[in-house]
């Protein structure tokens, strides 16, 4: 069974910093990707940053340059980086993965770490 767990989040002031982890049930490289998402009530699940397979990483606009993904296989741990937070990086932090089988996609959510930056 696939399970992914955040931890990391917190209250912090603008331009502080904060680092989450999300700790895997599976060897990393079994995954076809792993990233982080946030969401804030009333509105959908948003794409933050993640890496595909060793392709390297990507991120959203609104955090190049101040968030970074990485990721520590012999722990299967994949680290985000906040930094110079602002309030509208306030939110909840889900950390995905996803499994590829015979070309079938599947996603895995952790429970979520939430994250408020006060200004």
């Known amino acids: 069974q696939v399970k992914v767990v955040e931890s990391g989040g917190g209250l912090v002031q603008s331009g502080g910093s904060l680092r989450l982890s999300c700790a895997a049930s599976q060897f990393l490289v079994d995954y076809f990707a792993v990233g982080w998402y946030r969401q804030t009530p009333g509105n959908e699940r948003d794409f933050v940053a993640g890496?595909?397979?060793?392709?390297?990483?990507n991120y959203a606009d609104s955090v190049k340059g101040r968030f970074s993904i990485s990721r520590d296989d012999p722990t299967n741990t994949v680290y985000l980086q906040m930094n110079n937070l602002k309030p509208e990086d306030s939110a909840t932090y889900y950390c995905?993965?996803?499994?590829?089988?015979?070309?079938?996609?599947?996603?895995?959510w952790g429970q979520g770490t939430h994250v408020t930056v006060s200004s």
């Open positions: 995905n993965a996803v499994t590829s089988t015979d070309g079938h996609y599947k996603n895995y």
């Open positions: 890496i595909i397979g060793n392709s390297g990483t």
